[in-house]
């Protein structure tokens, strides 16, 4: 069995690293729409100002993240570290899945078509 510094990378990593790699290109991206849909619905002229505030909030926890998980591990030990992890990542998830409002779903295609071709912004030419 491959064994960790045995020299050969084992399927796990590559594994993991393609996960991370998925998750990079997506999460980002995603939550990047997330708040400008809501910045959208909620103050029209001010969603660049919100994406900004949005993007150094995640520069800052980027920084300061890594300091923050290292100290507790130094100070309490792994345990306590991934619990507090987990913890945050919970509380985390829960309140963006709360927080955001269902006026930000995107309708269907089909139910789009019929809001656009009732108030007569849809091109009847085609």
Known sequence: ADKIGDGNPSWWLWAGAVGFAVASATVVNC???MV????ASQAPGDTG???GDFRSAGQIGRALGPVFACS???LSGAAVCYLVGA???SVITLVFVVAIPATTVV???VKRAAALSSSGRLNKAN
Do not use: I, K
């Open 36 to 39: 400008s849909l809501v910045g």
């Open 31 to 33: 939550l990047n729409s």
């Open 72 to 74: 507790v591990y130094w």
């Open 87 to 89: 913890v945050a990542v």
């Open 49 to 51: 100002r919100r994406l």
């Open 107 to 109: 309708a269907s295609p």
